[in-house]
């Protein structure tokens, strides 16, 4: 059973960087196959997509947070970690982090099958 | 991009009712959506992949439905536990995406 657990600060100043961890157990990030996408939900609405590693380090971006997104991985750890940097008001939300499976013969090949609790980052002065 | 578009916004059914929530993509891509059930509170969980299978412990009236551009989440019977917001997700291509969600009230 794949578990997945987010951390990191609950208030963040405008401008400042945001670094939230995800740290997974049952699965090692560095399987084949194994990949960690970020998600985000501001309060009230809709998911919406970040960022995505998988196995090789290959990393995917959504155009909502431009350049001010980095995805990595920390393979001794087994932990995914997601920074933004110069945070606004309008980055406050809970952020998720979800396991997904692209090895061939998965059940749930290519979807977010396990995810974390979120953390609800907060950004104000 | 990709743009998912959710239909209705809400709708309040009774128990018993039948649910039919639709996910129409910007452009075809084939069977590559997944709904995800996120209850009040709770991290989204993957309810339906490939468009119309029924991920590990999800009721049997759960059902999907649909390809190219146009897919349906149905809930045959509704139950209470079932009021939630539902979401669906393409995985066509990068970047990836969710619709702005369906939430369903149970009276």
């Known amino acids: 059973q794949i578990t997945v657990k987010e951390s990191g600060p609950t208030l963040v100043k405008p401008t400042q960087t945001l670094t939230v961890t995800c740290t997974f157990s049952g699965v090692s990030l560095s399987a084949d196959g194994v990949g960690v996408g970020w998600i985000r939900q501001p309060p009230g609405k809709a998911l919406e997509w970040l960022a995505y590693?998988?196995?090789?380090?290959?990393?995917r971006y959504s155009s909502i947070l431009g350049s001010r997104v980095t995805i990595t991985r920390d393979n001794s750890k087994n932990q995914a970690v997601l920074t933004v940097t110069d945070m606004d008001p309008a980055d406050t939300a809970t952020y998720y982090c979800a396991h997904r499976q692209d090895a061939s013969g998965s059940h749930y090949r290519f979807w977010f099958d396990s995810w974390g609790q979120g953390t609800l980052v907060t950004v104000s002065s | 991009e990709i743009v998912l578009t959710q239909s209705p916004g809400s709708l309040s059914l009774s128990p018993g009712e039948r649910a039919t929530l639709s996910c129409r993509a910007s452009q075809s891509i084939s069977n590559n959506i997944a709904w995800y059930q996120q209850k009040s509170g709770q991290a989204p969980r993957l309810l339906i992949y490939?468009?119309?299978n029924r991920a590990t412990g999800i009721p049997a009236r759960f059902s999907g439905s649909g390809s190219g551009t146009d897919f349906t989440l149905t809930v045959s019977s509704l139950e209470p536990e079932d009021s939630a917001v539902y979401y669906c997700q393409h995985r066509y291509s990068w970047p990836l995406s969710f619709g702005g969600g369906t939430k369903v009230e149970i009276k």
């Open positions: 590693i998988n196995w090789n380090y290959e990393q």
């Open positions: 490939d468009a119309s």
